[in-house]
């Protein structure tokens, strides 16, 4: 196997590229550079934004308002509900009207709503696509190529499954839980309403949902599309606004199933509010999620499994692969080709199509994310970033990963939700295993080898609710999505993802 | 340089998942080239056009034309677009036709490629390849276009594989009459070798064997698939290892399938990608094809006048 002297960090950068007798480097500056190739289509904005309750979009009861910003250029989008108790209560209100209505309908009619919608997302996915890109800086590119697909995938998926519920469950007849209160995270505005809402309006149940408060404006717009499609009033409601809306919601009486993706600590929080209450849960937290590379794997290809591993999406993703182990034999070079890899990765605005990392999504996070760098370098870390060079305004974090990595680290313990990567090595399989579980999360894991019997024999011991085989961040509505430990319980997608939205006969 | 004596040689090139090298390759068609990138990339892209025929029909007036186009793409360019178009960097032939080439390229700086070896199936003695190597170079030849025994690498016998590389590489390293450099390219025809573990390990058996300046070349054009961008991902990485390994320069040609000034754009971001800017040149990146050239100069029309032309407008050659 082929070592690589790990390069120094000039080097790969600064370094002409040339001749023999000259240092190899590669030199990734601009001898031909992409022009810019912004994304012009204009997307209507409102200036402000009420609530989705009972088919209207009203107003606040009494809560005020709140602005969303565009985190590539802190511009405010838009001002948008700031939801109360009250507002919570007029939406799990008329959730509870429409519940038994939408319930009775006959399966395949949910499942033409489902289908309704779906249609309608893909006709205006450019649209959504933009929309979700300025409310959460993530690029074009993947909000056009992965989330709103997905978007749609989700809720064709369940529109398939309306009518054929009592095949997922071995012959028990599965009925509605009721009124789902729905919280859902920043990082994938619109594909986790979709993977919140499909499944349970395909099971007969309405919703209550609260999307996250600094990237409410594509769940809002869903709802013009509920309009559009001539969903009943109430089946699916949307309350904006902070912690205060969303306790509320948790809290609510007439609330019979709370779904929750986000934060640990909230989720914590969820839990002892929802226990002892009868009300169903399904938590879907953090992870510091292993990323484990063998000597035999394809090493350029693992090292692009590293890349949308963790600087996919700014690396706020919950699977995210934030520790990357790596054996011992490949470290230089697997080092060395991340580094220069990440040269060619392109910050910068997200609506330029060429953009390959995009805005972290708010002030806090980049706060956060600054946090865990002055911890690494207290802790004697080694840093390495990427040498792009950052927009003067917006929030922006260069790609980056430590090296030296040693478990007991709090950059290889702790979800930093940025894109930035901790670097370990191992030196034999068990000791991959070992210290990949040792970890309070167990979302997801990766495991990296061109040896069959090795994939299936190292998957099987890592606890993870998800682990992908030479590839990462792969999403499809049919497979399920969950966690083991401190990320949470219950599965998202698939016919597990169901289970969750469905009272069978041994249920309360 | 010398070959290993040993008919079994091990060749521990790295495997390749080819579904994720595919996803990663795809990656490039998505980069969305405009404006200013687009005019530099375009004009690139002709430089670097090594301009085909490879026809039992082929005619010195055929060849002559060729070499005409090769010197001015577009003869009219000053004209209509205000500008003088670069040269393509190599006409292409077959080695009958090198006198031909060479006397109709003369002092115009643009190479003479021949295809040698027994092109394009290589099933030949080696001496007989040797011979068709020596007298294109002879004859006028800067570049061979060589193939490989791909009998001898899909039976395991990389020795004979690198062994037969190296006696060309030495013929080319003998040079023309008067001094002249000549380079080679080795053809892999990966359409051939079907796996990306074979293009990798094809790749890494003639880099090692060829010396700095040399190619190695996805196909001849004469099988299907010809270049695919997955191929020329691979052959890249193997490009870009050598380097930051040895210190060892090697250009790459992907010839056969490459039609569109669009599919050249998305080739030309997969190279800065991967091996940045310095093989941004024709001295290191070269497209082996017919009617490339044509809708490259169709595209700068385009972007210039905002018309298409006809494809009577540019002369066939």
Redesign the interface.
């Known amino acids: 196997?082929?070592t690589?002297q790990e390069?120094d960090a000039a080097a790969v950068t600064k370094t002409?590229?040339?001749?023999?007798?000259?240092?190899?480097?590669?030199?990734?500056?601009?001898?031909?550079?992409?022009?810019?190739?912004p994304e012009t289509t204009k997307v209507e904005i409102a200036d402000s934004h009420g609530h989705y309750i009972g088919g209207t979009f009203v107003g606040a009861a009494k809560g005020g308002t709140l602005d969303t910003l565009n985190p590539a250029n802190e511009q405010k989008l838009s001002t948008f509900a700031r939801g109360t108790v009250a507002d919570i209560d007029a939406a799990v209100n008329a959730a509870r009207e429409a519940q038994p209505k939408w319930a009775a309908l006959p399966a395949k009619e949910r499942g033409k709503y489902l289908f309704r919608i779906a249609r309608r997302l893909q006709e205006r996915a450019r649209e959504f696509a933009i929309l979700e890109t300025m409310d959460n800086g993530k690029p074009i590119?993947e909000s056009r190529?992965v989330d709103i697909p997905l978007v749609a995938a989700h809720f064709f998926y369940h529109a398939g499954w309306c009518d054929k519920l009592k095949y997922a469950f071995g012959g028990a007849e599965p009925t509605p839980v009721g009124v789902c209160g729905q919280i859902i995270p920043w990082n994938f505005p619109l594909l986790m309403a979709a993977w919140k809402l499909a499944p349970a309006l395909a099971c007969g149940n309405t919703c209550v949902l609260k999307p996250a408060e600094t990237t409410p404006l594509t769940a809002l717009r869903l709802g013009e599309i509920f309009d559009e499609i001539g969903l009943p009033p109430g089946v699916v409601n949307i309350v904006t606004g902070d912690g205060e809306a969303g306790s509320a919601l948790v809290e609510h009486a007439g609330v019979d199933k709370v779904a929750f993706t986000g934060s640990t600590e909230v989720g914590k929080k969820i839990a002892r509010a929802v226990a002892g209450t009868g009300k169903k849960l399904t938590l879907e937290l953090g992870g510091k999620s292993p990323n484990i590379i063998f000597d035999?794997?394809?090493?350029?290809?693992?090292v692009?499994?590293i890349v949308s591993g963790i600087y996919f999406n700014q690396g706020h993703v919950c699977c995210a692969g934030s520790r990357l182990f790596v054996q011992e034999g490949v470290a230089d070079e697997v080092i060395?080709k991340l580094k220069i890899r990440l040269q060619?990765l392109r910050v910068g605005d997200p609506l330029?199509?060429?953009t390959d990392v995009g805005a972290i999504n708010s002030r806090p996070q980049l706060e956060t994310i600054a946090k865990y760098f002055d911890i690494a370098r207290d802790e004697g870390l080694d840093v390495f970033e990427s040498s792009c060079e950052l927009p003067s305004i917006g929030y922006w974090c260069k790609p980056s990963f430590f090296t030296g990595v040693q478990a007991s680290h709090t950059v290889a313990r702790e979800e930093i939700f940025g894109p930035v990567l901790a670097v370990l090595t191992f030196r034999t399989p068990e000791e991959a295993i070992t210290r990949a579980n040792n970890s309070p999360y167990g979302l997801a894991a990766g495991v990296w080898t061109?040896k069959g019997s090795k994939i299936f024999e190292i998957a099987g011991q890592l606890k993870a609710g998800i682990v992908w085989l030479?590839?990462y961040n792969r999403f499809d509505p049919a497979s399920p999505f969950g966690g083991y430990k401190e990320s949470g319980f219950g599965r998202e997608g698939g016919m597990q993802g169901l289970r969750g939205y469905v009272k069978l006969g041994g249920d309360r | 340089m010398a070959a290993s004596p040993t008919v079994f040689q091990a060749v521990?090139s790295?495997?390749?998942?080819r579904?994720?090298?595919d996803?990663?390759a795809a990656s490039f068609t998505?980069?969305?080239?405009?404006?200013?990138?687009?005019d530099?990339?375009l004009r690139?892209a002709l430089s670097m056009v090594d301009l085909t025929t490879l026809e039992g029909k082929d005619s010195p007036e055929k060849v002559r034309s060729l070499c005409a186009k090769a010197r001015r793409p577009m003869p009219d360019d000053e004209r209509v677009l205000g500008e003088r178009l670069p040269s393509v960097a190599a006409v292409c032939v077959y080695p009958s036709m090198v006198p031909v080439a060479a006397e109709a390229l003369g002092g115009s700086g643009i190479n003479v490629a021949s295809v040698a070896t027994g092109f394009p199936s290589g099933q030949y003695p080696l001496d007989v390849r040797l011979r068709d190597t020596a007298k294109a170079i002879a004859d006028g030849a800067d570049e061979i276009d060589m193939v490989i025994n791909r009998g001898a690498f899909l039976s395991g016998k990389y020795g004979i594989v690198a062994e037969e590389i190296a006696e060309v590489t030495a013929v080319c390293a003998q040079g023309g009459p008067g001094g002249r450099e000549v380079h080679l390219k080795v053809i892999l025809e990966t359409g051939e070798l079907e796996t990306y573990d074979n293009v990798r390990r094809a790749s890494d058996l003639a880099i090692a064997q060829i010396r700095?300046g040399d190619f190695i070349k996805t196909s001849t054009g004469k099988v299907s698939p010809a270049a695919t961008m997955g191929v020329t991902l691979v052959m890249l990485?193997a490009i870009?290892?050598a380097?930051?390994?040895?210190?060892?320069?090697i250009g790459m040609k992907p010839a056969g399938g490459i039609r569109t000034a669009k599919q050249s754009l998305h080739y030309?971001?997969m190279v800065?990608?991967t091996?940045?800017?310095?093989w941004?040149s024709p001295d290191w990146f070269r497209f082996g094809a017919s009617s490339l050239a044509d809708d490259i100069l169709r595209q700068i029309v385009r972007r210039k006048t905002g018309r298409y032309t006809a494809g009577y407008d540019f002369g066939v050659a």
Not at chain 1, 16 to 37: I, V
Not at chain 1, 296 to 301: C, E, G, T
Not at chain 2, 243 to 249: E, H, I, M, P, T
Not at chain 2, 275 to 278: H, I, R, S, T
Request: hydrophobic residues 35%.
């Open positions: 196997m082929t690589f390069q002409s590229a040339a001749g023999p007798g000259r240092s190899p480097a590669l030199e990734f500056a601009s001898a031909w550079d992409y022009a810019p190739a590119k190529d035999d794997a394809s090493i350029d290809q693992a692009e499994g060395a060619s330029d199509k060429n061109d030479n590839t | 521990n790295p495997t390749i998942n579904v994720s090298a996803a990663r998505t980069r969305s080239i405009k404006t200013t990138a687009k530099a990339g690139l700095d990485e870009r290892d380097w930051l390994r040895d210190g060892k320069r030309l971001a800065k990608e091996l940045g800017d310095a941004l």
